[in-house]
């Protein structure tokens, strides 16, 4: 599919192996994360023709977005907000970290087809991960839930699209 952006024209599966490139060497795979005020954090990379941001504020409810910005032309091509995180009744920083730990498991299987967050389900030992997409990489919604023993711990929405140019 051809992305056209106005004065740019970007193939869609380009931008979709950038973002699943930035995606499994970000925040869930250890990249070094810069602080830039308050509780707020972000991560930078580049690959090719692509810088990649991913800022967010917070911890256990963390909202941010994702930004690519096209290098030779400056502009940003795409963006993902998220927020939620970690239901409130849940304290205990020992299951906060076993959350998260699974969250960056599923988070690593990210693909081509889908670049927004994990797939459409993973468990592994008492978690399930759960991700619904509405929409493609042009614009798209969803929300992502964690369960421990069934009991739904974690909710996040997303959504983004590209950004278009007169």
């Known amino acids: 599919m051809?992305?056209?952006l106005g004065e740019l024209v970007l193939d869609s599966r380009e931008l979709a192996e950038a973002i699943v490139w930035f995606?499994?060497?970000g925040y869930a795979f250890g990249a070094k994360k810069e602080r830039i005020g308050g509780n707020c954090k972000r991560v930078r990379l580049e690959k090719g023709n692509f810088l990649y941001e991913d800022?967010?504020?917070?911890?256990?409810q963390a909202p941010g977005r994702e930004i690519v910005i096209h290098k030779?032309?400056?502009r940003r091509v795409w963006q993902m907000a998220y927020w939620g995180g970690m239901l409130p009744e849940f304290e205990d920083p020992e299951f906060i970290g076993e959350t998260f730990a699974f969250l960056k498991t599923a988070l690593a299987k990210v693909s081509v087809k889908r670049p927004f967050r994990g797939?459409?389900?993973s468990e592994q030992g008492e978690f399930a991960y759960l991700c619904e997409v509405k929409g493609d990489i042009s614009n798209f919604n969803g929300e992502e839930k964690i369960y421990?023993?069934?009991e739904l711990v974690f909710k996040q929405?997303?959504?983004?699209?590209t950004a278009i140019e007169e």
């Open 119 to 121: 797939p459409e389900y």
């Open 72 to 74: 030779p032309t400056e």
């Open 2 to 4: 051809v992305l056209d």
């Open 55 to 60: 800022e967010w504020c917070g911890d256990f």
């Open 157 to 161: 929405c997303f959504g983004g699209s």
């Open 23 to 25: 995606k499994k060497h």
């Open 148 to 150: 421990h023993r069934r």
